[in-house]
């Protein structure tokens, strides 16, 4: 389906072992389960781990109280766990202060969450900034509780600590930079998002070992809204440099793929999504920016207007399973994450490529055949490239772009490409 998988099959390897690896962690917005997580990308590529204190002002934010879980359980009257956050960590409210209490089951139940329509699902559920405790769990075990008394303990602590991210910048010739950017901070569910964590990990070992790059490529692993608050308060005098960037969640489900456009939805990086997606061979839909969602609402917003896109398959808060125990290893495949790994790889390629040309033999169209074109297109099996070749020479005026010629053609960008390498070749084309 794409043209550019040649060289990345030892990257792909990887990709559904790595969410298997992460998801028994019990990450969040701080703590020990993120840092774990970073450390376990920094075995694969080498990224900066930073810390920012608890307490900082970031943007019009507070970097939170650090939280950290031992263990937590319900207890019946014969002292069985009847909820157990050793069985699942979906179990706690995430960021839940710490309790020890015996209640009654009247007095527990305000604070014990279910899902009654998908009645064995554990829902996943965070009290980041208000303090407050709960459980969730699913219907059939909350059908099961008896009137009596439970002891309640949440071993949990909130403390002066910090928030941890990670981030590898991959330098190109240019200044200008493509932002992969994904977060890091739910428990153990595997679409959203280590589905994400995992495609952007191995395109970034991919490109670890691609150097001719003209863009320099970010990777960011922040926790959700916070996380990349505080990145965009760390560097809000150089954020400008980002001139193109996605964020990736849900890239394992079967849904079909969902690109979010960024706020003014006329950026380069709307243009080349939608085409690679239009060739792609898979079905996908386009959908406008609205401010909410994942962290591209952070980087779209007024102070910064970075051009980020939202990709994915799943679309959040549609899918049945978001954010339950449904979201787990069954729900998504290593195939449809190695389809959007590859359709990732192609956008970052048609960026990186996308560049405009002035033809320099204007006047009527140059002779091909006696300059050898002919002969260089005979050994291709690259689709439409005799005609992506005249289309490339006719509109490279120094106004359009690669990508803006393949979008005219109705022909991939990557025929294009490889048409004006060859007219770059043969000197038919220089830089505008
Ligand atoms: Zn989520």
Request: aromatic share 8%.
């Amino acid at each position: 389906m794409l043209n550019n998988s040649e060289n990345s099959n030892g990257s792909q390897r990887a990709l559904y072992e790595f969410v298997e690896e992460l998801y028994p962690i019990c990450r969040s917005i701080t703590g020990d389960g993120v840092r774990a997580t970073l450390r376990t990308i920094a075995r694969e590529i080498p990224i900066e781990i930073k810390e920012v204190p608890s307490g900082t002002h970031v943007l019009d934010w507070t970097v939170p109280r650090e939280w950290n879980i031992r263990d937590a359980w319900i207890k019946d009257a014969q002292g069985r766990r009847v909820v157990d956050f050793r069985a699942h960590n979906l179990h706690v409210v995430n960021y839940s202060v710490p309790v020890n209490a015996r209640l009654t089951l009247d007095e527990l139940l305000p604070h014990l969450h279910t899902l009654p329509d998908n009645p064995d699902w554990i829902p996943y559920r965070t009290t980041y900034y208000d303090e407050a405790w709960g459980f969730c769990l699913s219907q059939r075990q909350l059908e099961a509780l008896l009137p009596g008394e439970y002891e309640v303990v949440i071993d949990s602590e909130l403390k002066v600590g910090a928030l941890v991210y990670g981030e590898l910048v991959l330098p190109g010739t240019s200044d200008d930079e493509i932002l992969i950017s994904t977060h890091v901070c739910h428990p153990s569910l595997c679409d959203d998002n280590l589905t994400g964590i995992s495609i952007s990990v191995n395109l970034a070992r991919e490109m670890l070992g691609r150097t001719d790059r003209r863009h320099t490529l970010r990777f960011l692993y922040a926790p959700g809204t916070i996380g990349a608050i505080t990145w965009l308060h760390q560097n809000r005098d150089t954020a400008h440099r980002i001139k193109h960037g996605l964020t990736l969640t849900c890239l394992g489900d079967n849904h079909p793929f969902t690109y979010k456009r960024t706020v003014t939805g006329k950026a380069e990086i709307d243009h080349v999504v939608e085409h690679v997606l239009a060739h792609c061979g898979l079905p996908h839909q386009i959908i406008e920016f609205f401010p909410y969602g994942y962290d591209e609402r952070q980087y779209n917003s007024p102070g910064f207007r970075l051009a980020v896109g939202s990709l994915m398959r799943g679309r959040h808060g549609q899918f049945p399973e978001y954010h339950t125990s449904g979201d787990n290893l069954d729900f998504i495949s290593d195939e449809r994450m190695r389809e959007s790994y590859e359709l990732i790889l192609s956008i970052l390629e048609t960026l990186d490529g996308n560049r405009t040309y002035r033809n320099t033999a204007p006047y009527g169209e140059p002779q091909l055949g006696a300059r050898g074109l002919y002969r260089a297109l005979g050994g291709t099996s690259i689709p439409n490239l005799q005609l992506a070749m005249l289309w490339t020479l006719n509109l490279s005026d120094g106004q359009n772009s690669l990508l803006d010629i393949a979008r005219r053609a109705g022909i991939s960008f990557h025929s294009v490409r490889t048409a004006a390498n060859l007219l770059v070749e043969h000197e038919l084309l220089v830089d505008a």
